[in-house]
């Protein structure tokens, strides 16, 4: 009896500790980067976005709902927007505002993604 208990208590530790560990990212930046590939005349220029860029926002949404998700979809936005030095920050910041999509994914080259 004391065995079966033993053992169970080892399972039960085991699922608790799988279930504590933080999960891995599965977005990449090439998801990212389609996801806002035609966002960029307005990330550029400024102006209104397209449908077809507020639908490459809601997607990057779809794609970060968890918070490893998030934090590296935000790394590999803020290394693009270090990349593309044309990119104006206030357009950047505004457009999931101007798309109607909240995300928790700031598009900034200034950005702590580890928060």
Not at 6 to 12: F, G, N, P, R, Y
Not at 65 to 93: F, G, M, V, Y
């Amino acid at each position: 009896m004391k065995r079966v208990v033993a053992i169970t208590l080892l399972v039960v530790l085991a699922v608790a500790q799988f279930m504590a560990t933080p999960s891995e990212a599965t977005v990449t930046c090439g998801q990212v980067e389609a996801s806002l590939s035609q966002c960029i005349e307005y990330l550029i220029r400024g102006g209104t976005p397209t449908g077809q860029c507020c639908a490459g926002v809601k997607n990057l949404k779809d794609l970060t709902q968890s918070q490893p998700d998030r934090q590296a979809a935000c790394e590999c936005l803020k290394k693009a927007a270090t990349d593309h030095p044309n990119i104006k920050p206030d357009a950047a910041s505004d457009l999931p505002k101007k798309c109607g999509v909240p995300i928790s994914v700031p598009i900034s080259p200034t950005v702590n993604c580890g928060k």
